[in-house]
Every structure is written in structure tokens, then in C-alpha cells.
């Protein structure tokens, strides 16, 4: 890649005042580095891998909404966690976790446990236990 | 209390803390050199590990060992430490900024706070140096950023300690004995020859031998998966090969840069030619993730489009191939 070669797309990055560096060859053939504002490739995967995480999370939510999961999948997907992060973070096993899926058995769930997973996401245990719509 | 700490900015995050870390104790070591003599550069497939539901893709080596290789390959002592107790851990931080001591810090992005939500994900082998602390505020030099940044005791202590897969655990490291004088010859030669052995393995999760089967999979994924996961993986490869800290081109032009350093040091001109089809291997790449790309932004589910880049893909490592094994004579 030639210096001036090097990509000034739009990004999210460019947002958040960020430019990374890039490594090009100058006019002589040495290499030197570069600010690149972003680039359109790789900001399509980036909003595909952003869209992809929006759709689990309404699916969690519906899920949820039908008495078919609890809203600790929700929160999970919410927080782009899967379910060994959620289970390192909280401190519990992962089969115990995803047993806490369940509405039935999520219900029945300890004050204590509850506020270990409220603490994980940072919300409230009532917000916990329900989802704003 | 301040390190007079100067902060450069670097495309990878631990080639970044290791250079700016070796030019504060008075050694001039560049990022591509960092990178070339700790053998960073790799391909590597792990179709049985998912992250972000997707299979594991990588264009360089596991955390940690860059620095490592490089250390010993110049003969630097790197003290690691990791904790089970944040309170510990920062006591340690603070007793070695009172000491005048800068320290590498191994950390989760997710928490980052001054990186933008959207890239914000469960990465935990993230890079910084910690070079001072002002009451409860933390002086941060983030080798990806452009100017050095501050994190509050308890943001900093969210970042040392997320978990995940390789969890920081307060992972904190630095230097504590030097050569006398920088031989970077041997070391350089040693760098090579490692990277040349791992892209010519004749094993099929690492080197060309990945590569090509990557291409294989790309073109069974379609029916197999369907077009959307597809989609996915091929995102998830573009993004490895591209996003933050890889300088383009999936690393390899930062090894380009490398060998042109070193074909000059070692007086060695066939590294100079070499790093010049390095440079046209690393466009190769870009243009693979521009076809990739338009896949995906297409959402086209035709066939055609998957088999020409899993050709190029197969290309690639064919070039590759001829390339480390040429690589490999040349020092």
C-alpha cells in the first residue's frame, strides 16, 4: 500500500476522534506510517457484526416476552456476553447458568444470586427481573 | 505522580507497549522490529473455537508472546505478575510508579471507556503502559491512540479484571535487566527463521496449510451454513485481518516494514526485494477484504462470488508459501 494510498472513509472511529496507524511505503519505496480515518470494508463488517448482535437481542427479548426464556438471556445478549463470559463474570457454573434460563427456575432464584448477576450487567435486581419495553 | 513517559503511538497494542517501553529505558526499537523479532506475524484457523459466533481467525501470534520471544531473543528480563485480589493488585501498580518504574498492563476492552461503543467487545488481551497516577486518576498510554488518556482507580480496575477467555487477572509486566548493548543481528535472524517454520507448518490450523483450507470452507460454507452465517464468518475474517492494531493487510505490512529495516542492518539486499513482495502480498489481502466486503454488503447469496474468493484466498497461500520457503534461504 502506497502512503497516499491509505483510506480516509468515514468510520466510528473517526466519531470518537480515533485514527489508527497504518503502515505504507512512501514515493522513494521506504516504509513509513500513516493516519487512517477508517476504511468502508471493514466498517461493513463492523455494522453487520453490530446488526447481527441487535437481532439476538430482540430475539432474546421476545423470548422472553413469551414465557420462554428468562430476562437473564436478555441481559446476556444485551451486554454481548455468551454464556461462558456471563458464567466467568458471574462466578457460577455454566450448566447452573444456563438452568437459570429457565422462568420456572429463574423465579425461584436466591436475593443473593440475583444481585450477583445484577451486579455483572450494573443494573438494579427489579431491573433484573424485568425488561423495559 | 508523573514517569516522564514518552507516548507513541503504534498500529498493535503490544508491539506498541514493548517499543515505547524498551525507548524508555534507552533503547531505540522500532514496531515492526518488535514485531518481526518476536515472530508475530501467523495465520492461524480454529474452526472448534467460536468467538462471536464465529470461528477463531488470527494473522498473528497469541498475546503475550511477542514480547516474550523478543525478550529473549535479545536478552531483556520481563518481570510478569498476575493477582487474584484487585486490591493487591493495585498496591503493586502504585509501589512501581512511586518507584519511577512505567508498567505494561494486559486488559479487557469491553469496560474501555474512551474507545467508541461499537468496538467495544469481550477482547481481553489488550495492551497499555501506566505511567503516573494524579489522586484517583490514572495517566494511560494506550499505544492505538494518538494522545496518552486517563482512567479513573475503578474504571482501571474493571479493565484489569474482566473475564472471559485469557482474563487479565491484573496481569501486569515490565522490564528489569538489559544488555549491555542491543545485538539485534542474531536476534533478528532468529525472528525470521521461527516465522518461516510456523507459515510452512505441515499442520492444518497454522501457516498456508490454514489459509488453504479457510478457501475450502469458504466455498462449502454457502450451502452448508447458508448465506447469512456465511456472511458472518467472512465479516469476521475481514475484521481480524483489518481492524485496529493490525496496520493493514492482516500484519503483513508491518512485516514488510520489518525486513526492509532489517535487509538495511544486516546489509542483507535480498530482504529489501523481499520486503517488496511482502508489501504486494499485504495488498493482495486488502483486496481480498474488498471483495469479501462486497459479498456481504450485497448480501448475495450466488456461489460465484464465494469461489473467487476463496481462488484469491488460495492464491494467497500459494504465494505465501514460496515466500516464507524463500524467506528461509535468504538469512
Redesign the interface.
Known amino acids: 500500500m502506497k502512503k497516499s494510498e491509505v483510506p480516509q472513509d468515514e468510520s466510528k472511529l473517526e466519531k470518537a476522534n480515533i485514527r489508527e496507524m497504518c503502515y505504507a511505503v512512501d514515493e522513494n519505496g521506504e516504509y513509513t506510517t500513516e493516519l487512517s480515518t477508517g476504511w468502508d470494508p471493514k466498517t461493513i463488517a463492523l455494522d453487520n457484526a453490530i446488526k447481527q448482535i441487535e437481532e439476538r437481542v430482540a430475539a432474546a427479548k421476545r423470548k422472553v416476552a413469551q414465557n420462554e426464556s428468562s430476562p437473564l438471556e436478555y441481559y446476556m445478549e444485551l451486554n454481548k456476553m455468551d454464556l461462558p463470559i456471563l458464567a466467568s463474570y458471574v462466578g457460577i457454573w455454566k450448566w447452573r447458568v444456563k438452568r437459570h434460563f429457565k422462568p420456572s427456575v429463574f423465579k425461584k432464584l436466591s436475593q443473593k444470586t440475583l444481585e450477583k448477576y445484577a451486579a455483572v450487567f450494573d443494573i438494579t435486581v427489579d431491573e433484573l427481573q424485568t425488561i423495559k419495553e | 505522580m508523573q514517569i516522564d513517559f514518552k507516548h507513541n503511538?503504534?498500529?498493535h497494542c503490544e508491539n506498541g507497549v514493548v517499543s515505547n517501553l524498551m525507548k524508555h529505558n534507552g533503547f531505540e526499537v522500532s514496531e515492526?522490529m518488535v514485531f518481526g523479532i518476536g515472530s508475530g506475524l501467523l495465520f492461524s484457523y480454529l474452526p472448534f473455537i467460536k468467538v462471536?459466533?464465529a470461528p477463531v481467525f488470527t494473522y498473528r501470534v497469541l498475546p503475550g508472546l511477542i514480547f516474550n520471544r523478543f525478550a529473549k531473543r535479545v536478552g531483556v528480563k520481563v518481570k510478569r505478575e498476575k493477582f487474584k485480589n484487585p486490591k493487591v493488585a493495585q498496591e503493586r501498580l502504585d509501589e512501581n510508579l512511586k518507584k519511577n518504574n512505567p508498567v505494561g498492563l494486559q486488559v479487557g476492552v469491553?469496560n474501555l471507556i474512551?474507545?467508541?461503543d461499537?468496538?467495544?467487545?469481550?477482547f481481553n488481551a489488550h495492551n497499555m503502559v501506566v505511567y503516573g497516577k494524579d489522586k484517583d486518576t490514572y495517566l494511560i498510554s494506550d499505544p492505538?491512540?494518538?494522545h496518552t488518556t486517563t482512567l479513573t482507580t475503578k474504571q482501571l480496575e474493571k479493565v484489569r479484571f474482566a473475564?472471559?477467555?485469557f482474563?487479565p487477572k491484573g496481569h501486569i509486566y515490565y522490564p528489569v535487566a538489559f544488555p549491555e548493548k542491543l545485538q539485534l543481528e542474531k536476534a533478528i535472524v532468529k525472528g525470521i527463521k521461527h516465522t518461516c517454520r510456523d507459515m510452512t507448518a505441515p499442520v492444518p490450523i497454522v501457516g498456508v496449510k490454514a489459509m488453504k483450507w479457510v478457501a475450502n470452507n469458504i466455498r462449502k460454507w454457502p450451502k452448508k451454513l447458508g448465506a447469512k452465517h456465511t456472511?458472518?464468518y467472512?465479516?469476521?475474517i475481514?475484521?481480524m485481518q483489518?481492524?485496529?492494531?493490525t496496520?493493514?493487510?492482516g500484519f503483513r505490512?508491518?512485516y514488510?516494514?520489518f525486513l526492509?529495516?532489517a535487509g538495511k542492518l544486516l546489509n542483507n539486499d535480498e530482504l529489501l526485494v523481499l520486503?517488496?513482495q511482502m508489501?504486494e502480498i499485504?495488498?493482495q489481502w486488502?483486496d481480498f477484504?474488498?471483495d469479501?466486503?462486497r459479498i456481504?454488503?450485497n448480501r448475495s447469496a450466488e456461489n460465484d462470488g464465494y469461489n473467487k474468493i476463496a481462488d484469491q484466498l488460495d492464491n494467497i497461500a500459494k504465494r505465501e508459501e514460496l515466500f516464507f520457503k524463500t524467506l528461509k534461504k535468504a538469512v
Not at chain 2, 118 to 122: A, G
Not at chain 2, 242 to 245: D, F, V
Open positions: 503511538q503504534s498500529a515492526p462471536d459466533h469491553y474512551y474507545f467508541p461499537e468496538y467495544r467487545f469481550h492505538v491512540m494518538e473475564k472471559g477467555a482474563a456472511n458472518h467472512l465479516g469476521q475481514v475484521r483489518e481492524e485496529i492494531g496496520g493493514g493487510g505490512y508491518i514488510a516494514a526492509q529495516e520486503s517488496k508489501t499485504g495488498d486488502r477484504a474488498v469479501a466486503s456481504y454488503k
